[in-house]
């Protein structure tokens, strides 16, 4: 077991708010985490957080409550590299949800090829919390990857975008980034490395997850700072924006928000229709190919 205390374990809400618009079919959660039983799925011994029960019941109960058809899910770094919860979550959803793996440098040929046979079509590397640190590691990742049409996910603090632009340059495959860049607002949206994040967007060379409004240093819904960085990332390039809830919500240390009020700041941040149709159903239909 990993030295430091584990971050203590917070439920995600079972009652949503109440939708401000309509969604449409076919809109796609593209964040989120699912744990299996604990006697069936062994956690990592390394791992920051106890998962809280959420298994693929309780999600499936999110989805419909809020008119989501689709998802992807995010493998979670509890288990380590071992996908075998998220592959089996995968699995139970018939096609209607696609994985990100975590994955090592090292990951066999065939070993790829099963996942994307599962349904994978990324992998995550955490440059924020835990090991996953080696920028080699990643390109190595990449190089991998690229034949099956996969992409690198990353969780990085936005403002250190300008040293990583020549690392970013070289990968082979496109990049998506979490969470609008995992950044606290109090930094602004003039800050260099979010206006780099914006570059890249307009230069159509990665993408951005409308996600984790709580995690930027707002602390309660509607969470009004977050919007400014919102609205420019739409402004930036909006066909290549996707929509996460980031269910359950894990590490969360503050009150776990409501996934009907995240859904809601989406009409909020975009209120022209079409825009928001397509980060919720177009865009993630060609990143994660629902219908290939």
């Not at 800050?191 to 967007?201: E, I, N």
């Amino acid at each position: 077991m990993n030295a430091e205390p584990l971050i203590p374990t917070q439920e995600p809400q079972s009652v949503y708010a109440k939708l401000g618009f309509e969604v449409p079919a076919g809109a796609c959660d593209t964040h989120a985490h699912v744990f299996g039983p604990p006697d069936r799925y062994r956690l990592d011994p390394l791992r920051t957080f106890d998962p809280p029960r959420a298994g693929i019941d309780e999600y499936r109960g999110m989805l419909q409550a809020l008119g989501l058809q689709r998802a992807v899910i995010v493998h979670s770094a509890a288990y380590g590299t071992d996908i075998s919860a998220t592959r089996d979550a995968l699995a139970a959803a018939n096609g209607a949800w696609r994985g990100i793996a975590l994955v090592s440098p090292d990951v066999a040929p065939q070993a790829l090829a099963d996942m994307h046979a599962a349904g994978f079509r990324g992998a995550r590397f955490n440059l924020i919390y835990g090991t996953q640190t080696n920028l080699d590691g990643i390109e190595q990742v990449a190089r991998r990857i690229a034949d099956w049409g996969w992409h690198i996910q990353l969780i990085v603090d936005a403002r250190r975008l300008c040293e990583l632009l020549p690392f970013l340059a070289r990968l082979p495959v496109p990049v998506v980034f979490d969470h609008m860049g995992r950044m606290p607002t109090s930094a602004g949206i003039q800050d260099p490395g979010f206006r780099a994040l914006l570059g890249l967007l307009e230069q159509r060379r990665c993408w951005v997850k409308l996600s984790g409004a709580n995690r930027m240093g707002d602390p309660a819904p509607p969470y009004p700072s977050v919007t400014p960085f919102a609205q420019a990332l739409v402004a930036a390039a909006a066909d290549q924006l996707v929509w996460g809830s980031d269910w359950p919500h894990v590490r969360e240390p503050g009150v776990i928000p409501n996934d009907g009020d995240l859904l809601n700041l989406l009409h909020e941040w975009v209120p022209d229709k079409t825009l928001r149709d397509a980060i919720l159903v177009d865009n993630p239909a060609r990143l994660y190919g629902f219908g290939d």
